[in-house]
């Protein structure tokens, strides 16, 4: 077997998906910090995570921001796959109704145990599949959840974001908190540079901004 055909088998072996949910005014800034950190990982260790877009169809969809994000699957195309890491769902202004598609991929995957996160508008998605009715969650109000009428509106908590069942929801107002779960609860980076990343938004200091360098580095070394 050439070097060429083993690193293509290497790679489909162990790279794992992070798929993303592309929908009309999909929120921008709510799934930006997750694709940036995973392709910074993917520079320091490569192959292996990938982010992949996923929507009802291949249609290209138009953020809040007003950019165009064309997906390269379908949902139907990644309920059944193994090397998904974790499917995302940022806010958008059209989760009240429809997405019915949507619903049924999120109780499949998390039939299957795959990591599911929600931001915003996302957590009336998982609220609406049922996906809630059994952890503990949060969104960007209670009342603004309780629209829905789930049936587990006594698991709400009033936190920036939470994880607990496989499940990672957060408020709209809490990007980097929620990205930081997801990045930890995947397995992108380890706790440390997680931390130190969090640090250095928090301080937003020189020596913040070393300290996580220095993290990214160390474990760059360590793979």
């Known amino acids: 077997m050439s070097n060429s055909e083993l690193e293509i088998l290497r790679t489909m072996t162990f790279m794992k998906n992070i798929a993303i949910y592309a929908t009309e005014t999909m929120s921008d800034w709510e799934y930006a910090y997750l694709t940036t950190q995973v392709a910074e ?65 999120i109780r499949v995957l998390n ?55 496989g499940v990672i929801t957060a408020s709209g107002l809490a990007p980097v908190l929620f990205t930081a779960a997801v990045l930890r609860a995947a397995g992108v980076y380890p706790d440390d540079v997680v931390d130190a990343w969090l640090q250095l938004h928090e301080q937003r200091t020189e020596a913040a901004f070393v300290e996580h360098m220095n993290k990214v580095q160390a474990w760059a070394c360590s793979n």
């Open 41 to 105: 990982a993917e520079a320091q260790v490569p192959d292996r995570f990938k982010v992949l877009f996923v929507g009802e169809s291949l249609g290209a969809v138009r953020s809040k921001g007003g950019i165009e994000v064309v997906p390269c699957l379908t949902l139907q195309d990644i309920q059944n796959r193994t090397d998904i890491a974790a499917f995302v769902v940022p806010g958008a202004d059209t989760y009240f109704n429809g997405h019915e598609q949507l619903l049924e991929t």
């Open 111 to 165: 039939e299957n145990g795959v990591l599911l996160a929600a931001i915003c508008g996302g957590t009336l998605a998982f609220a609406r599949a049922g996906v809630l009715d059994h952890c503990k969650h949060t969104s960007n109000a209670q009342g603004f959840l309780a629209t829905v009428n789930y049936a587990n509106i006594d698991g709400y908590k009033e936190e920036d974001v939470v994880f607990d069942g």
